[in-house]
């Protein structure tokens, strides 16, 4: 308001008072009600907080990035199709079609994050293609991206870090079917379950709120299986053995035909390994007592899926008894075998037994 005096031609003074906003612009300034930053493919409704009777009210935008439900009206409800910034405009009319009211908010439509899921896990048996799709959002991770057009393959019991690209702001939601999830962040720990086909899904929400989400299918291949023994008794899971005794090792390993074990790595627990291709059954000497050793066998398919097997072993501090034989006979022919050392049982008793004879 700007107040003016005015002197009369008999020297009284009035006070006047304009209203210059009204008479400069020639309308009325009001508020339009609404979110200012909105999420592409949503709603958003819009208003002006106090109508006036008898003003015909109509809205438009700047740039036709949305649709209204309806352009007439106090209110109208907008959706938002896509990203990018416009200016809504609300004018009133009176029934002369005379502009009495406007208002505008400016409006930015922000784009839905796309979350890209990347691994360094891989499977001897898949490649993965590299992913060329466009998107809106930051740049895609280098790591190597999922093949959409399948299922990328896993272990049985395997435990793989998946890792979510995305905004610095966003928070991000996994969800895991075939395995057992574990998330931190944009990542996320998977010990995948039993052979079959499970999921991994990420859904990224900015700090805008607005969700984007990433699916992907997962194919769980089956793992190979270490079985191994030591003879005589192949079933036991922990043997006692004296000092410089040799303990033969009995392979039971298995696999699909489908993808075959191609590795076989053992590990006596005293420092020594061997690695075959082939199935064997090594023959390995402990000297070193009184020690408890862990060997372990672990065998590796054609898709680089392992699996271990251990075998507790206790050495004795005593030597055992030497055994003096022929070391080959023939068919039904009869030999006699005897101790090296015999009254010098010192590593236990000994009961005589024999296979194949």
Same mark, same amino acid.
């Given at each position: ?5 005015l002197?009369?031609?008999?020297? @009284?003074?009035w /006070? ?23 999420c ?5 409704t819009? &208003?002006? $907080?106090?109508p006036t ?7 438009t935008?700047?740039? $036709?990035i949305?649709?209204f ?9 907008? /959706? ?7 200016? #809504?405009?609300l ?5 002369s079609?005379t #502009?009495?009211? !406007? ?5 930015t439509?922000?784009?839905l994050? !796309? ?8 499977v001897?048996? !898949? ?11 930051p ?11 399948g +299922? $990328?393959? @896993? ?9 979510a ?8 939601t ?6 057992t999830a574990?998330?931190? *962040?944009?990542?996320?720990l998977?010990?995948?379950g ?7 899904? @990420? ?6 709120? +607005?969700?984007?989400s990433? &699916? ?7 793992k ?11 079933? /036991? ?8 005794d040799? @303990?033969i ?7 699909t035909s ?10 006596f627990?005293?420092g ?5 291709s082939?199935s064997? %059954?090594?023959?390995? !000497?402990?000297?070193?007592?009184? %020690? ?12 680089? +899926?392992?699996?271990t097997m251990w075998?507790n072993i206790q050495?004795?501090e005593?030597e055992?008894?030497?055994?003096? +034989?022929a ?11 005897s ?6 049982l010192s590593? *236990? ?7 194949g004879g």
């Amino acid at each position: 308001m700007k107040a003016t005096l005015l002197k009369s031609l008999f020297g @009284v003074f009035w /006070l006047l008072c304009i209203n210059v906003g009204a008479y400069a612009i020639g309308y009325t300034t009001i508020t339009i009600n609404g979110k200012a930053t909105v999420c592409k493919n949503s709603t958003a409704t819009y &208003s002006t $907080p106090s109508p006036t009777a008898g003003i015909s009210y109509t809205w438009t935008m700047s740039s $036709p990035i949305g649709s209204f439900s309806t352009t007439y009206g106090a209110s109208t409800t907008v /959706l938002w199709a896509s990203p990018g910034t416009t200016t #809504l405009t609300l004018q009133g009319r009176n029934s002369s079609g005379t #502009l009495k009211e !406007q208002g505008t908010l400016a409006i930015t439509v922000a784009p839905l994050p !796309q979350p890209s899921i990347s691994t360094s896990y891989r499977v001897g048996c !898949q490649t993965f293609p590299d992913d060329t799709t466009t998107h809106e959002g930051p740049p895609l991770p280098t790591a190597p991206l999922f093949d959409d057009k399948g +299922c $990328p393959k @896993v272990c049985e019991g395997s435990w793989v870090t998946y890792t979510a690209s995305g905004a610095g702001s966003s928070t991000f939601t996994w969800t895991v079917s075939g395995g057992t999830a574990y998330p931190s *962040g944009n990542t996320c720990l998977v010990n995948w379950g039993a052979i079959g086909i499970g999921n991994i899904s @990420v859904t990224e929400t900015t700090a805008d709120s +607005c969700q984007g989400s990433k &699916s992907v299918c997962i194919e769980i291949i089956g793992k190979p299986h270490a079985r191994f023994g030591a003879l005589p008794d192949t079933t /036991l899971t922990s043997i006692n053995i004296c000092k410089n005794d040799y @303990v033969i090792f009995v392979d039971h390993s298995y696999a699909t035909s489908s993808s075959p074990i191609v590795d076989w790595y053992w590990d006596f627990g005293d420092g020594t390994t061997y690695s075959s291709s082939t199935s064997t %059954n090594p023959t390995h !000497q402990y000297t070193t007592p009184p %020690n408890n050793y862990v060997a372990f066998l672990v065998v590796k398919n054609a898709c680089n +899926c392992t699996d271990t097997m251990w075998l507790n072993i206790q050495v004795n501090e005593m030597e055992g008894v030497k055994i003096s +034989c022929a070391s080959v006979v023939c068919d039904s022919s009869h030999a006699t075998y005897s101790l090296d050392n015999p009254g010098s049982l010192s590593c *236990g008793s000994y009961d005589w037994s024999v296979m194949g004879g």
